[in-house]
């Protein structure tokens, strides 16, 4: 349990425009464990998405350190970067990003075709999680065909496909109305509960009770609730 899995150093990103300079983080120390549940709360215009992007390897600090698993996250190039994004992390957007084109069951089992895993072992595990989800009857359905958060729970499925090591979600649960945002929480307090470790970008206050340590991020820092 105490095995750490994220460790960030004094995380700096400053974006220089031409009329301005923003400093957005500075200077983010957080250590996530194994197993653990971590939420982060804070006004619109934070920096929560630009630190969530940050330590999914998204996005590059201008300064500090990310350490995921032990390796020093940013001293690989953008293609190994993207090789450990695809097996190691998934990645849940505000707006799903799901593929337009493509069914529920295709867009689940993309990473893991990415990833070299076979046709049949990809669509086998992508509709084991509609299944869990509840969505197997859905599975031909394209994104459009889907509520807000049937969404959001495939987006969550496409994300878990290569059965990643941390799971980052930038508020998931943000254009859903109160029944499916606490029916999304549900979903990540049942994967906190099998193991799985959770970086949450969230507004909803009250999941912060459940989990193991809730932050808020302000002018640039991270306090701890
Ligand atoms: N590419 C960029 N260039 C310049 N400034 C940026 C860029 N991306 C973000 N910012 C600025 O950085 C700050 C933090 O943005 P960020 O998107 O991380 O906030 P947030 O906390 O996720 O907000 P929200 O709750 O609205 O999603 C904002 O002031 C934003 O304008
Ligand atoms: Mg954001």
Not at 100 to 116: D, H, K, Q, T, W
């Amino acid at each position: 349990m105490s095995e750490l899995i994220l460790k960030t150093e004094n995380l700096i990103k400053t974006y220089f425009l031409k009329q301005e300079t923003i400093e957005v983080l500075k200077g983010i120390n957080l250590e996530v464990k194994k197993g653990s549940f971590i939420v982060i709360l804070g006004p619109s215009g934070s920096g929560k998405s630009t630190l969530l992007n940050i330590l999914g390897s998204i996005d590059r600090p201008t300064q500090g350190k990310v350490y995921f698993d032990s390796i020093d996250l940013f001293s690989y190039n953008d293609n190994k970067l993207s090789e450990i994004r695809n097996q190691k992390i998934g990645f849940v957007f505000q707006f799903h990003h799901l593929l337009g084109e493509f069914s529920c069951l295709e867009n689940i089992a993309m990473p893991a075709l990415i990833n070299g895993t076979t046709q049949k072992q990809a669509y086998t595990r992508a509709l084991m999680l509609l299944e869990k989800f509840g969505m197997a009857d859905k599975k031909n359905r394209l994104p459009d065909e889907l509520s807000g958060g049937e969404k959001q729970r495939v987006a969550i499925a496409r994300a878990l496909i290569n059965d990643p090591l941390l799971l980052l979600a930038d508020e998931p649960s943000g254009n859903l109305d109160e029944e499916n945002t606490n029916k999304l929480l549900e979903v990540f307090i049942n994967l906190k509960n099998e193991g799985r470790t959770i970086v949450l970008v969230t507004h909803a206050l009250e999941i912060a009770r459940v989990v193991n340590q809730a932050y808020k991020l302000k002018e640039g820092r991270l306090y701890a609730l």
